[in-house]
C-alpha cells in the first residue's frame, strides 16, 4: 500500500516540531552543551529513510527555520543542514544498511563535521569563545542515534510513511 | 546542494554586514514566536505547580522572614529618600540633571534556550512597546544586557556575559573606571586593561560607570571573584560574578534612562564653555 504524500509529510512535519520543542526547552545551565542536535539527528533519519520524500531543499527550509528559532545568523543551520543532507543522500543505501554500531559511529562523524564547519563561521564572524565543551553535541547526538532511529523506525512502519510497495 | 550553500552564505554575510537585513530578521523572529510560546507555557506551568507544592510551613516561615526583612527595608528607604532629596539638590547646585531611569516598564523572559554559543535571551516585549536598540535591561540586583533585536513580539537580549558584549563600569570603592566584557559562558565578567599595580581587591563591586550612555549610572555590574597577579604580565586578570541573577531571573526591567537630559546637560556646558571663551 502506497501512502499519500501529504499524510507523510505530515508525519514527518510533526516528528521534526518535537524535535525543535526539544531543541528549545530550558536546560540548567550546567547542561547547555550537552543537548544533541534533536532536529537535525532527526533529519539524517527521514533523508535515510524517506528520501523520496525529504530532499536537501527541506533540510535547507528547515535549517533556515531553526536560525530564526535558536537566535543565530540566518543561513548559519540552513548551510550545515543542507551539507548533511548532501552527504547522506550520497551515501543513503551503504548507511541505511550499515549495523547500528557502526551507523552510530558514521552520525559522530558526520555531527563532527557540523561542528568543524559551524566553528569556522563562528571565527569568521569573530564569535569564538568556546572551549572544549562546543564539541560534546557530536558525541550526544552519536549516544541517542541508536534509541532516536530504533523508535523512528517503529513510528515509521506503525505510519506507514514512504512504503514503497 | 550548491546552490543552497552559496544562499545560505550570502545570507549569513548580509545578516552580519547590512542592517536592514538585520530588521528583515528581527521582523522574520515573529514566525518563531508560536514555537516559543509551546515551549515557554508548558515550563512555566510545571515551576507555577513546582512552587505551589511547596509547603504550607515554608510558606510561613518565608512570610514571616519577609515581614521582617521589609521592616529593615522601609527604614533603610526612609534613609535613601533623604539621601535622593540631598542628592538632588547638591546635582542642582552642579548644574546637571539627574541621571535616573525615568520610565521602566516589566518584561517577561521567555523560558526558551537559544545557541549556546551566545549568552541571549528572548523577552515578550517587541516593538509594540517602543523599545530600541541597545536599550539596557536589568534586574532587582544589577545590569543584565542590552537589547540587540527587535521584533514585532519578542525581542534578543544580549546578557553582559556574551563575548559581544562590554559594559563601562566604575569601582564602587576607588572609583577607578575600566570595561567589563563578557567571557562567553554564564557565571562571569573580565575586566580589561587594568594595569597590574591598580587597587582592587577581591569582593570590590562594580557598578555602570554611564560612560557610553548606555547603562544607568550606578546600578551594579559585578563583583570581583578573582584577581590574579602574575609577576611578568603587566595587566592584571580580574573576573567578576556578575550582580544580576542571569540564571534565575524570569522578569526584567527595562529602563528608558533620561537620554535627552544627558544630551541636554551636554549642551549646556558647551554653550556655557562658549560663553567664557572670548572668541
Known amino acids: ?165 | 546542494m550548491l546552490l543552497l550553500a552559496l544562499i545560505s552564505m550570502v545570507l549569513m554575510f548580509f545578516d552580519f554586514h547590512s542592517v536592514h537585513f538585520q530588521d528583515w530578521h528581527a521582523k522574520l523572529s515573529v514566525l518563531a514566536f508560536p514555537m516559543q510560546v509551546m515551549v515557554d507555557q508548558p515550563v512555566k506551568l510545571i515551576r507555577w505547580v513546582t512552587t505551589n507544592l511547596k509547603l504550607q510551613r515554608q510558606l510561613l516561615d518565608d512570610n514571616a522572614r519577609l515581614r521582617a526583612q521589609e521592616l529593615l527595608t522601609e527604614s533603610k528607604m526612609q534613609k535613601l529618600l533623604a539621601l535622593e532629596r540631598e542628592n538632588a539638590q547638591l546635582r542642582q547646585l552642579l548644574e546637571s540633571t539627574s541621571q535616573a531611569a525615568s520610565k521602566v516598564i516589566v518584561a517577561q523572559l521567555l523560558a526558551v534556550a537559544l545557541n549556546p554559543e551566545t549568552q541571549q535571551v528572548v523577552i515578550d516585549r517587541g516593538s509594540s512597546d517602543d523599545l530600541y536598540l541597545g536599550q539596557p535591561v536589568l534586574d532587582a540586583y544589577g545590569v543584565m544586557g542590552q537589547v540587540i533585536s527587535i521584533g514585532p513580539l519578542t525581542s534578543r537580549v544580549l546578557l553582559v556575559t556574551d563575548i559581544k558584549s562590554a559594559v563601562p563600569v566604575q569601582n564602587y570603592r576607588t572609583g577607578a573606571r575600566a570595561i567589563a566584557i563578557g567571557s562567553g559562558s554564564s557565571g562571569h565578567l573580565r575586566l580589561i586593561n587594568i594595569p597590574d599595580n591598580s587597587d582592587i581587591k577581591e569582593g570590590d563591586l562594580y557598578v555602570a560607570s554611564g560612560m557610553g550612555l548606555r547603562f544607568p549610572v550606578g546600578y551594579p555590574v559585578g563583583v570581583v571573584a578573582k584577581s590574579i597577579r602574575e609577576a611578568g604580565d603587566r595587566f592584571a586578570t580580574i573576573s567578576l560574578i556578575p550582580a544580576a541573577h542571569l540564571d534565575k531571573s524570569e522578569q526584567v526591567l527595562l529602563a528608558w534612562p533620561a537620554q535627552a537630559s544627558y544630551d541636554q546637560a551636554v549642551q549646556q556646558q558647551l554653550n556655557a564653555a562658549m560663553k567664557e571663551k572670548p572668541s
Open chain 1, 1 to 165: 500500500m502506497r501512502s499519500s504524500a501529504a499524510k507523510d509529510y505530515v508525519i514527518i512535519c510533526i516528528t521534526l516540531l518535537i524535535g525543535m520543542i526539544l531543541m528549545l526547552l530550558p536546560m540548567p545551565s550546567w547542561a547547555v552543551w550537552l543537548r544533541p542536535n534533536w532536529v537535525l539527528a532527526i533529519m539524517i533519519f527521514w533523508l535515510m529513510t524517506a528520501s523520496y520524500r525529504v530532499g536537501i531543499g527541506l533540510a535547507w527550509l528547515v535549517g533556515l527555520f531553526m536560525d530564526l528559532l535558536t537566535g543565530s545568523f540566518i543561513g548559519q543551520q540552513a548551510l550545515i543542514f543542507c551539507i548533511t543532507a548532501y552527504f547522506v543522500l550520497k551515501f543513503q543505501h551503504w548507511l541505511a544498511h550499515l549495523p547500528v554500531l557502526q551507523q552510530t559511529a558514521m552520525i559522530f562523524l558526520l555531527m563532527f563535521v557540523d561542528l568543524i564547519i559551524d566553528r569556522c563561521m563562528l571565527i569568521v564572524f569573530q564569535h569564538s569563545a568556546v572551549d572544549w565543551l562546543f564539541w560534546l553535541p557530536a558525541l550526544t547526538t552519536a549516544v541517542i542515534w541508536p534509541w532516536l532511529s530504533g523508535l523512528l523506525y517503529f513510528y515509521q512502519i506503525k505510519t506507514h510513511v514512504a512504503d514503497v510497495e
